[in-house]
């Protein structure tokens, strides 16, 4: 048995962080579904700012639909999820199989929103209606206006992709929103069966700390040690009454989901993170680069323990080695935050320039 499909065995969803015309026109995604048990995919900016800037994949569709009169970020969002809907219906099998659970594609609202929850509420809707398709998800961050946009989402039957989490309380905070949604839905009538990912990044804590003076022991492993501390967060709400009220109601839990799982660290295992972080009941999205050396080299031990294990032993010793985790993660929230509204200010600029260059061709 290969690897892949061993973690998909011990039921962690392995999605693919990345999208492009290029994958779906070659067969390579449906490959990955194939071969690697790949069932499902999330987008960000910046992959359709690299997707869209290289090459003339996407070409013919930016001239055709700017002479429909589209452009900038309507122009985007159109080929953006046309991309998308193919990627859905290849997942859909998997999605159905699983009654919605996984079989998951992701789409983000413009990270222009990020401190307005009534435009973002308003652009997940729009989104959520233009995509037409029942497993794609809209991508909101974790941000205080965020969480306000999350849970009116949640309440008005939207699936979301909770982004841009770094920490246990970031992470908790997002989970609180999906459950007051829920709970506004029911006691309003409506069914709880509204779906919904809480993405945590890992890798990112590790690049922040890599210049710092760290015992070696240390080195690669604050990442993973929040990781298995949201963990044990994650599975404690599962476990309490107010989750068990929600889930007798017919609500699916809102899944764990480690992303930015690709190690930055050229000397380190490239499937460092996915073979810390398996675990039942959560999801692992990767770039191709991790899901290639995976499949071909990685190995899995132990799940993570059901209390984080060594976590908060492990996170002490980062503190008393002069990190503050409280102010790193929110500090990663905010440089994330500002990362993809530079990646979507240049995307909506180089869509500019490509429709204007495409008109004279």
Not at 87 to 92: G, P, R
Not at 276 to 297: Q, S
Not at 330 to 335: F, I, N, P, T
Request: glycine content about 8%; some cysteine.
């Amino acid at each position: 048995m290969n690897i892949t499909r061993q973690l998909h065995d011990l039921q962690q969803s392995l999605w693919l962080d990345n999208i492009t015309r290029q994958l779906l026109d070659d067969g390579v995604l449906q490959k990955y579904i194939t071969e690697f048990s790949v069932t499902g995919l999330t987008s960000n900016p910046t992959i359709f700012d690299e997707a869209i800037g290289k090459g003339g994949y996407y070409d013919a569709a930016i001239r055709a639909k700017a002479k429909t009169g589209l452009a900038g970020e309507p122009l985007f969002v159109e080929i953006a999820l046309e991309d998308l809907r193919r990627a859905a219906d290849l997942f859909l099998p998997a999605f159905r199989a699983s009654e919605g659970r996984d079989g998951w594609v992701s789409m983000e609202v413009s990270p222009l929103l990020v401190d307005d929850a009534k435009a973002t509420l308003a652009a997940a809707i729009g989104i959520h209606g233009q995509a037409d398709r029942p497993n794609l998800y809209v991508k909101i961050p974790g941000t205080p206006a965020g969480v306000e946009a999350i849970e009116e989402a949640i309440f008005a039957g939207v699936p979301v992709n909770v982004t841009l989490l770094f920490s246990r309380e970031q992470y908790l905070a997002a989970a609180e929103a999906y459950l007051r949604g829920l709970e506004r839905r029911l006691a309003k009538g409506l069914s709880a069966k509204v779906s919904s990912v809480a993405s945590l990044f890992v890798s990112r804590w590790d690049r922040a700390v890599a210049n710092q003076t760290l015992p070696e022991a240390l080195h690669d492993r604050l990442g993973i040690a929040i990781g298995w501390r949201c963990y044990a967060a994650y599975r404690r709400l599962l476990d309490s009454p107010r989750w068990r009220k929600l889930g007798a109601a017919g609500a699916d839990p809102q899944r764990l989901l480690f992303a930015s799982t690709g190690t930055k660290d050229p000397k380190q295992n490239p499937s460092l993170y996915v073979e810390a972080l398996a675990a039942p009941d959560t999801i692992n999205t990767m770039p191709e680069k991790t899901l290639l050396a995976f499949a071909e080299h990685g190995a899995l031990g132990a799940p993570i323990a059901a209390d984080g294990g060594d976590c908060e032993q492990t996170l002490q010793k980062f503190e008393r080695a002069g990190v503050d985790i409280d102010a790193l993660a929110l500090k990663l929230q905010q440089e994330g935050a500002a990362s993809f509204v530079k990646s979507w200010q240049e995307l909506m600029e180089l869509i500019v320039v490509k429709s204007a260059a495409l008109a004279k061709s």
